[in-house]
Structures are given as structure tokens and as C-alpha cells.
């Protein structure tokens, strides 16, 4: 093996030898950050070799972290390699908080650089509202429908023109909320006018009237100006309203009704109850006659003659009421019948 060795001729070893160097020294380049240390120090933010890998071993992602503070040197900002790296590591996009920040510095907007990353932090695009402080927003809310004082609906739409207030933006509201305070302080104005006319005719009033409620308040957004862009007359409300009412108290005359005619019909019917109960009274009553009539011949107190006497009593009572019931007209006489005296 040593004599094989040693039969080999001396360019293949250096031939050998250069092979090894060339993959070291490709291999050093791909895994070292040779590129992103030459790139730093020819754009002017020098940044530490060994601390170049510190960011590979901790996984960080160096190239961007790199990025990131070449953008700032360039921009005249101080931010340091570890501040990048914190922020990275806290979860942050370093390149959207550098150009925030590069931006507010170039439209002369006050922004530091741990605001910036709170509100990064925060799941803002602080790129974005630095962007919005600088151009404002216009904003077409849909449309809002407010009653006035006569009942008459009208149908509103709101222009808002806002922007980012990058002193609120941490904490403070959106959009949305902005919306519906707009929306609550339209209806408010409009319930306030005594006839739709008087908003068709001024609609500056309403817009005014939005404006001094302050909108923006507690929320991140500064309201430049509130403008009317149309109003549309909607549906008569007070007019449904009333018929709603009407028809309502319609129904419940219909119950009242149909509750007392329930009443007389079970009053009636009590009634008829009581006259069958009296009827039946009555019934039991005159059979007790009878036994009282057998009892006093039983006992002597009652004669025969008596006894006639009493059913030719009655006979003559009777018939003098039906007499008197077809006859009631005659009583020249004293009230008798001309055939009696026959």
C-alpha cells in the first residue's frame, strides 16, 4: 500500500491538494456570511463577522436584519444590530418598521423607534400608517337612515376624510369605529330638525353637527372633515307607525268586544240556570201541597165541605183571570163581562 503511494507522481497530490482547498473554501463561503459581511461593509454599516454568525446560530436571519440597518444608515436613523435582532426575534418585520420609520423621518412626523415597533408588534402595518399620516383617507360610509322630527325617513351618505394619528394608534379604535359613531351622531342631528325640509334645505347643519361630537375621539384616526354627499327621502315611518297603532287598538276593541258579548252569553245562560232552578223550587213546592191537604183531613182541620169549597174558589179565580186577559178592554160595567148577569 505504502509502495502504491508512493508511485504516484507529485502533480496528482498538489492536484489533490488544491481539490481539498477549493471545497473547504467553498464550502467556509456558503456557510459563513462572507456576502452579507461584504455587502454591509461596502454600503457603509459595518457590521461584525463574528457577530454575523452569532445571528446564524441563533437563526435570525441575518440577510434581512442586515437589510434593515443598511436602510437606516443610508436614512440617517440610529438603529443599532440588536435592536433589529430583538425586534426579529420578538416576532416583528424589521424591514416594514425601518421603512416606517425611514418615512415619518422624510415627512417630518414625530415616531420613535419603540413606537414604531409596538405597533408593529401590536399587528398594525405601522408601513402603512405612517403612509396614511402623511396622505389622508377618504372614506364614502354607507348609507344611514335617520327619522325627522315630522316622521319622514331620509336616507344619508357621509364623505369622511381622516388620517392616522400615530399617537393613538396603540390602544385606539379603527375605522369601523369611526363609522358607527359618524352613523349615531347623524341620527342624533336628524332626530333634532322639527321637518325633513329643514335637512334637505341645510344639510351643512347636520355635517356641522357630526363634527362638534368629535368622531376621532378614542380612536387612532384624526378627522379632517365630514361632508353630506347625498340625501334621499325614505318611507313615511311616523304614517306606519300610526297605523300600526291604529290597527292595534283596533284589535284590542275586537277583544274588549268579544270579551263582554262572552260575559252576556254566560250571564244569559247563569240566568236561565237560575229560572230552572226556581221553576224546579217551585215544582217541589206544590207537591208539598198534597201532603199537606191529606195531613189536615188526617187530623180534622179540613172538611170535605171545606175542601170543595176551596176548588170552587180557585175554579172561579181561574176563570176570572182568563176572562180579564181576553176581555180587557170592557169595564163600563165595573169590569164584569155582559154575560154574567145572564
Not at 19 to 25: D, H, M
Not at 188 to 207: C, H, L, R, W
Not at 250 to 266: S, T
Amino acid at each position: 500500500m505504502l509502495n502504491m503511494l508512493l508511485a504516484v507522481k507529485p502533480y496528482v497530490w498538489w492536484l489533490i491538494a488544491v481539490s481539498i482547498v477549493v471545497i473547504v473554501i467553498t464550502v467556509l463561503v456558503v456557510i459563513l456570511p462572507f456576502k452579507i459581511y461584504f455587502r454591509a461593509l461596502i454600503s457603509g454599516a459595518y457590521v461584525g463577522f463574528f457577530k454575523l454568525i452569532g445571528m446564524q446560530l441563533r437563526k435570525t436571519r441575518p440577510d434581512i436584519i442586515v437589510e434593515a440597518y443598511i436602510n437606516a444608515k443610508k436614512a440617517g436613523l440610529r438603529l443599532t444590530i440588536e435592536e433589529l435582532e430583538t425586534h426579529f426575534m420578538a416576532g416583528g418585520d424589521v424591514i416594514k418598521v425601518t421603512n416606517a420609520l425611514i418615512m415619518a423621518y422624510n415627512a417630518h412626523i414625530t415616531l420613535s423607534p419603540a413606537t414604531a415597533k409596538a405597533i408593529d408588534l401590536a399587528g398594525r402595518d405601522v408601513y402603512m400608517a405612517v403612509k396614511d399620516s402623511v396622505k389622508p383617507r377618504v372614506r364614502e360610509i354607507p348609507e344611514i337612515s335617520a327619522v325627522a322630527g315630522d316622521g319622514i325617513e331620509l336616507l344619508i351618505r357621509v364623505r369622511v376624510t381622516y388620517r392616522i394619528n400615530i399617537s393613538r394608534l396603540i390602544g385606539g379604535a379603527d375605522d369601523n369605529t369611526l363609522e358607527a359613531k359618524i352613523g349615531e351622531a347623524v341620527v342624533a342631528a336628524v332626530g333634532k330638525a322639527q321637518s325633513y325640509t329643514d335637512v334637505m334645505k341645510f344639510p351643512e347643519n347636520i355635517s356641522s353637527e357630526v363634527k362638534a361630537t368629535q368622531p376621532g375621539h378614542a380612536t387612532a384616526l384624526e378627522v379632517l372633515d365630514i361632508s353630506i354627499s347625498s340625501i334621499n327621502v325614505g318611507k313615511n315611518v311616523k304614517a306606519e307607525l300610526d297605523t300600526i297603532d291604529a290597527e292595534t287598538k283596533k284589535k284590542v276593541g275586537q277583544a274588549k268586544a268579544e270579551e263582554r258579548r262572552a260575559m252576556a252569553i254566560a250571564d244569559e245562560q247563569e240566568m236561565r240556570a237560575r229560572t230552572q232552578e226556581m221553576k224546579a223550587q217551585m215544582i217541589l213546592a206544590e207537591s208539598e201541597v198534597p201532603k199537606a191537604m191529606a195531613e189536615a183531613f188526617r187530623n180534622g182541620k179540613i172538611t170535605v165541605e171545606d175542601y170543595y169549597n176551596l176548588q170552587n174558589v180557585a175554579a172561579d179565580t181561574q176563570m176570572r183571570k182568563s176572562l180579564g186577559s181576553e176581555d180587557s178592554d170592557e169595564g163600563d160595567d165595573g169590569g164584569f163581562p155582559s154575560f154574567m148577569g145572564k
